[in-house]
């Protein structure tokens, strides 16, 4: 690291003509509850996508998700719409104290995140119908065009 960061002094010492040299970067002060709260709730929906193309890619490969996936799935779903509330709560408790435009940003941040979590829901509502009306077809194909009532359910549970 100290080699690369000579290197990277001479040649802007190079480029400028005067001499450069590069501060340490500066230590984090120790996060806040509300930053934790954020990162949590960042890393839950993450995974959340991750699932959803997980399950995709899983899906059009003609493989079955593993045993428990959809749990896991539907879990950390529910883990992130609860990080979210708590981000909601903690920012309520802790709104007073903040100062300047950090509720605003706190808020407008909660907002966005709660956003995505929406749009994932809706993009995985849309990718189930999908996956159900395909598999009806396919069903139909290898049915002749006609659907038994047994590979009906089988359909609506996929």
Known sequence: MVEVTGR?????SDLTGSPARLSPL????????LHEQVSKTVDL????????????STWRAGKTPSLGFKDEAADA??????????????????????????????RSVKEILA???KALDDEARQWQ??????????????????????LKNFASAV
């Open 8 to 12: 990277f002094e001479h040649y802007i």
């Open 129 to 150: 119908m999908y996956k159900h009306r395909v598999s009806r077809k396919w069903i139909r194909k290898a049915r002749g065009g006609k659907v038994s009532r047994t």
């Open 45 to 56: 929906i993450a995974a959340v996508s991750a699932n959803l193309a997980t399950d995709r």
């Open 115 to 117: 956003g995505r979590l």
């Open 77 to 106: 779903r529910e883990k992130a719409g609860t990080a979210i509330d708590d981000l909601g709560a903690l920012l309520k408790e802790q709104g007073r104290t903040l100062k300047g435009s950090s509720p605003a940003f706190y």
């Open 26 to 33: 500066p230590e984090m002060p120790d996060p806040s509850p």
